[in-house]
């Protein structure tokens, strides 16, 4: 029998070989913000009395009597999504016009309202419970501009607004992300209000702790400045979390993040799968093309962001069968074309610090890492296929847990010794993924130019997606 000091020894020996543990660099991501990243892509629903008004902004003064689905099934909602690879649903539980989609007793303008299921209804509970049967997270949208609400524009309002989000984030299960809307428009009284933003961000964190809350400067995750789906190609998760606030008018600082900012709040890339946001019939003949869709899935995804892609429910409170077909169009395509990691099995060449071999960039696990042997220019790894391969695309992820510290870099193909330069990048984050023209080759280099520190990646992928 082994005894409990020789497993001790064991232990410690191995942790030795392992050994010198690497310093994070400058901002790190939470352990909820590692989570999040690992979810990728989600479904955002914009519905509500908007849907059968054909307004994107409605004015808060609607009948809630428009509100009346006639057919709504939030399974339906939670399988489409599931079935289209998406991890979560974010609902816009009250949008600007102030009607809230759950009975809330502090507003008169609800479903309790509407003639719904006769004023019984509650889409936050069917949503939530969809998506917990579905193995999905269920996020929540809620608009502090409020249209309708007779306070808003006086003191008295943040509290209400409050009090809103104690019912939505304390009645339905666990919430993943908190999504508040920068968009700050007059009441009722044509006054704006002034946001009590550090009660807003404290009230989620005393119901949900570990919810990523989204806004222009997070403190999860940031708006990425754009509502057509891309990030920028340099995007640090880093952002100076201090200087950035709902509405911050710099939207392209938004874009690329700030390279040595003081906070871990990355991007999130919201799009819609239609030109508004809203559901509405002028739109059917113009869902986006499988094409658009991957484009802004290498623009978002493929740039280190997380993709928010919203599907606007119908007057029947239900997802259109064109805008599902689309979806598992656009799923498919993104499992055919990341479906064969021509990497895979390649002998992998690299300098590398002891316990951070190269073969861990193949091992499928994002916990183990290479690391480079020493901070110098041009560190590089070199991944020798056992035969030349036609590919046209590349995939790095860096181990973010230790921050973010890729500045550039380069991608290389070699046959017999000879090396070709095809592609260069800037930032790459939790993910970053190029496609160039196609290449026939049997050993890939990739060349870290710049980087913070020493470069530490956790996975790669080389692929033919055309
Ligand atoms: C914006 C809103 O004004 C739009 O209506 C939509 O909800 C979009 C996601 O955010 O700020």
């Known amino acids: 029998m082994i005894s409990r000091s020789l497993v001790f020894l064991f232990v410690l020996t191995g942790t030795f070989i392992q050994a010198q543990p690497l310093t994070p660099v400058g901002a790190t991501p939470s352990k909820s913000q590692l989570q999040w990243h690992e979810l990728q892509y989600y479904m955002f629903i914009h519905f509500g009395p908007n849907t059968f008004t054909n307004l994107e902004w409605g004015e808060g003064s609607e009948d809630p009597n428009v509100f009346n689905p006639t057919q709504l099934n939030c399974k339906q909602w939670a399988a489409t999504a599931k079935k289209a690879g998406m991890k979560g649903i974010i609902i816009t539980a009250k ?16 479903v309790r309202e509407s003639s719904w299921k006769n004023g019984n209804g509650d889409v936050l509970k069917e949503l939530s419970e969809a998506c917990k049967e579905y193995g999905l997270k269920f ?47 007059e009441g ?35 708006w990425v ?54 559901y509405s019939a002028d739109t059917d003949d113009k869902i986006k093309s499988v094409n658009k ?64 071999s190269a073969k861990n960039l193949l091992d499928g696990d994002l916990k183990t890492s290479w690391a480079a042997e020493n901070v110098q220019p041009s560190n590089n790894f070199i991944i020798q296929l056992s035969k030349q391969e036609r590919f046209n695309c590349i995939e790095l992820q860096e181990d973010i847990a230790l921050g973010q510290r890729v500045k550039s870099f380069t991608v290389e193909v070699g046959n017999n010794g000879k090396w070709k330069k095809i592609i260069e990048g800037t930032t790459i984050g939790f993910k970053r993924i190029l496609e160039f023209e196609i290449q026939k080759a049997s050993q890939i280099r990739v060349v870290i130019i710049e980087s913070k520190e020493l470069p530490v990646l956790n996975e790669i992928g080389v692929y033919l997606t055309k």
């Not at 009284?189 to 806004?215: E, R």
């Not at 950035?244 to 690329?256: A, D, I, M, Q, S």
């Not at 280190?304 to 069968?321: A, E, M, W």
């Open 139 to 185: 996020g929540v949208y809620l608009s502090p501009w409020d249209r309708n609400h007779p306070k808003y524009g006086t003191d008295e309002y943040n509290q209400v607004f409050v009090n809103m989000l104690e019912e939505v984030l304390g009645n339905y299960g666990e919430v993943f992300e908190q999504w508040f809307d920068g968009a700050n428009g």
């Open 293 to 356: 869709l991957m484009e802004i899935y290498f623009g978002s995804i493929g740039r280190g962001g997380n993709l928010l892609l919203n599907v606007p429910v119908d007057k029947r409170g239900l997802i259109t069968s064109a805008d599902s077909l689309r979806l598992m169009e656009f799923h498919n395509e993104i499992e055919k074309s990341f479906r064969h990691n021509l990497a895979k099995g390649a002998t992998m060449i690299a300098k590398s610090r002891k316990g951070y």
């Open 225 to 278: 400045g754009n509502e057509n789906g891309f990030a920028g190609e340099t995007n640090w998760c880093t952002l100076n979390g201090d200087k950035v606030y709902p509405g911050y008018p710099e939207n392209k600082e938004l874009t690329t993040g700030h390279e040595d900012g003081t906070h871990w709040i990355p991007a999130e890339c919201d799009v819609s799968i239609r030109p508004g946001w809203f």
């Open 188 to 222: 009722l009284n044509g006054k704006k209000q002034v946001y009590d933003w550090k009660l807003f961000n404290s009230t989620v964190y005393k119901h949900q702790p570990n919810a990523i809350i989204f806004s222009d400067g997070g403190p999860g995750c940031r």
């Open 95 to 110: 949008h600007h016009d102030g009607f809230c989609l759950w009975p809330s007793k502090y507003s008169t303008h609800t």
